[in-house]
Antibody, heavy 125, light 107 residues
Framework: EVQLVESGGGLVQPGGSLRLSCAASGFTFSNYSMNWVRQAPGKGLEWVSYISSSSTIIYYADSVKGRFTISRDNAKNSLYLQMNSLRAEDTAVYYC??????????????????WGKGTTVTVSS | DIQMTQSPSSLSASVGDRVTITCRASQNIDNYLNWYQQKPGKAPKLLIYAASSLQSGVPSRFSGSGSGTDFTLTFSSLQPEDSATYYCQQTYSTLYTFGQGTKLEIK
């Protein structure tokens, strides 16, 4: 069964740090790009970060750039999100999601086809 | 960044109704548009990718259309289990963005 399981969430004080993990199983993790997406309480989805299969391409949302670092360990089938200088507005459920692509001669459609159940991060004093 | 705007923000409809949700991009995104369904306390689920391609296992009553800046998600005949929040997402830009969501309630 294709599965993603997040862990590492918890309560942290403003200015603190936290490292989230996402364990992948049921598919060849090293073949896929991955994403982190978050959802603040009662709010919509916000894409956070993307990492390519070999870690050569990385993108961040402006809201987390310079504070969060995405990484992966293909040998361990794991995705990570190191979150530093945390703020109250970072409080959210954090999901990892597999990135798929459908390619053609002049297109490259991306979408997120597998999601974990999420891990909750609360930033509060 | 590319902004995605969905309308309406919420709606209520009856079982069997034909329902359409709209998503508008702030610039041309060709067909780089996906739709997700999210039920309370659950992770999002992919419904449609590339504007109109149905994800494997998704019922055929869901359909997507559009190109450029204007897109729609249509339910041909609403079912009770379709009660959820629906999000569009653009992947034209490397900085993916989601719409604010449309909450669909079944009367």
């Amino acid at each position: 069964e294709v599965q993603l399981v997040e862990s590492g969430g918890g309560l942290v004080q403003p200015g603190g740090s936290l490292r989230l993990s996402c364990a992948a199983s049921g598919f060849t993790f090293s073949n896929y790009s991955m994403n982190w997406v978050r959802q603040a309480p009662g709010k919509g989805l916000e894409w956070v970060s993307y990492i390519s299969s070999s870690s050569t391409i990385i993108y961040y949302a402006d809201s987390v750039k310079g504070r969060f670092t995405i990484s992966r360990d293909n040998a361990k089938n794991s995705l990570y999100l190191q979150m530093n200088s945390l703020r109250a507005e970072d409080t959210a459920v954090y999901y990892c999601a597999r990135d798929r692509a459908v390619t053609g001669p002049d297109y490259y459609y991306f979408y997120m086809d597998v999601w974990g159940k999420g891990t909750t991060v609360t930033v509060s004093s | 960044d590319i902004q995605m705007t969905q309308s309406p923000s919420s709606l209520s409809a009856s079982v069997g109704d034909r329902v359409t949700i709209t998503c508008r991009a702030s610039q041309n995104i060709d067909n780089y548009l996906n739709w997700y369904q999210q039920k309370p306390g659950k992770a999002p689920k992919l419904l449609i990718y590339a504007a109109s391609s149905l994800q494997s296992g998704v019922p055929s009553r869901f359909s997507g259309s559009g190109s450029g800046t204007d897109f729609t998600l249509t339910f041909s005949s609403l079912q009770p289990e379709d009660s959820a929040t629906y999000y569009c997402q653009q992947t034209y830009s490397t900085l993916y963005t989601f719409g604010q969501g449309t909450k669909l309630e079944i009367k």
